[in-house]
């Protein structure tokens, strides 16, 4: 039998912060606890596109990019409730970041920047790092990002620790948003 829903949120709940922080899998552990939907900016883009975020950058520039990542996100923000776990630049871009503090609960997944280029390390596929020291371009966007991403009504410090930790710190903070 699964355990029983902790609550319902009356909107979405949207993930957002650094490369590597784990939007997408706390975000999928959070949606399971919540019984809702899990869904991936990033990957609803691909598929919108019918190219990787990195072709995206690298045909078209990160404007279009952040343009199409608008739509989708918009998109993605209509309808029932569900668990959102958005790129990191994503609330960077002003419309983004004002729909989306309009329409969801937001959460802010925030870790210092030794673990985030820890993570990052494990995979290829971030078109921000592409030939570039990680620990570098991570402290130079946290340096840009944080206060944006301050905003955020509700703040998580991600750790090493068990991801359902970070999972029931969010519960908590969204029973009482």
């Not at 990195?54 to 998109?75: C, L």
């Not at 410090?157 to 029931?168: A, H, L, Q, R, Y």
Request: proline share 8%.
């Amino acid at each position: 039998m699964p355990p029983p829903i902790p609550f319902l949120p009356d909107k979405p709940v949207v993930l957002v912060g650094l490369m590597g922080v784990g939007k997408s899998s706390i975000g999928k552990r959070l949606a399971a606890r919540l019984h809702l939907p899990f869904v991936d900016a990033d990957h609803e883009i691909e598929q919108a596109a019918d190219l990787s975020i990195s072709e995206i950058f690298e045909r078209f520039g990160e404007p279009y990019f952040r343009d199409g990542e608008a739509r989708v996100i918009a998109r993605l923000l209509a309808g029932a409730p569900k668990v959102i776990a958005t790129g990191g630049g994503a609330f960077m871009h002003p419309r983004t970041r004002t729909q989306i503090l309009k329409s969801a609960h937001t959460c802010w997944l925030d870790a210092e920047i030794d673990v985030l280029a820890e993570r990052v390390a494990r995979k290829s596929h971030r078109p921000l790092l592409n030939g570039r020291d990680a620990k570098t371009v991570l402290a130079d966007l946290a340096s840009l990002r944080t206060p944006v991403y301050a905003l955020a009504p509700i703040h998580i410090k991600s750790t090493k620790g068990p991801p359902d930790m970070i999972v029931d710190q969010i519960i908590e903070k969204l029973r009482h948003a």
